[in-house]
């Protein structure tokens, strides 16, 4: 069984039909990423699996449970995060108190600490920022509070949204190996990505979306060799 399921999703926004009946299925500890064009539905997927849109139909589970009447803390709770496209960070406040955030559902304050630590381990460079303004972080600096605040709360399921939109080479390749530790970590990434060469190369399974339909899935490997996806996606590389 897969650990997290969406089977037959719709989604409507008024009269635009930004899913249509999109049914993805992600194995438990694997990396999956979905990529497509501006404004194929990616945001909007990842949107309505933490429950922030609500479906017009389908549905949602979570070990074969059926999550999509739940609240977005409740998803929460069950170990569903999103880092948001944009980071989203709290501007003037320091990097650690945006972390504090991501924990808000946390009660123990010895748990949190030992989180921190932890992820102070994996990021070490938010680690010697804690006390800085997250806007003056660089755009990379800022994309790594922003995962640490999703991982805090200790996710089963970390959804990221373009991670590496705005980064420099170097840094796309630092986002790319945390992806790849995280998962080592046990935790089950869902990666949406206009970046689609990276996106393939570190995922285990892919899905493309298209004007709101999944139009090729398969193993990341296998979509990399695809002549649909070479043309459309990688420049004919
Ligand atoms: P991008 O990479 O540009 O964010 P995307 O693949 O993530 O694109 P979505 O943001 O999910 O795509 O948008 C899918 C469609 O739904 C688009 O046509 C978009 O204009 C529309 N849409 C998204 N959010 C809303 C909203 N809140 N109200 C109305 N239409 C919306």
Sequence with gaps: MSLLEVTHLSVDYGGVHALRDVSVKVPDKSVVSIIGANGAGKSTLLKTIVGLTRQSSGTVQLDGQDISRLKPHERLDRGIVLCPEGRRLFPDLTVNENIR?????????KKFRQRLEFLHDIFPRVAERGNQIASSLSGGEQQMVAI??????????????????????????????LVQTINREGITVVMVEQNAKLALKISDYAFVLETGSVTLEGRSADLLLSDKVQNAYLGGE
């Design 101 to 109: 955030i991501g924990a808000y559902r946390m009660r123990d304050s």
């Design 148 to 177: 640490a605040r999703a991982l805090i709360s200790q996710p089963r399921i970390l959804m990221l949204d373009e991670p590496t939109l705005g980064l420099a080479p170097k840094l796309i390749l630092e986002v790319a190996k």
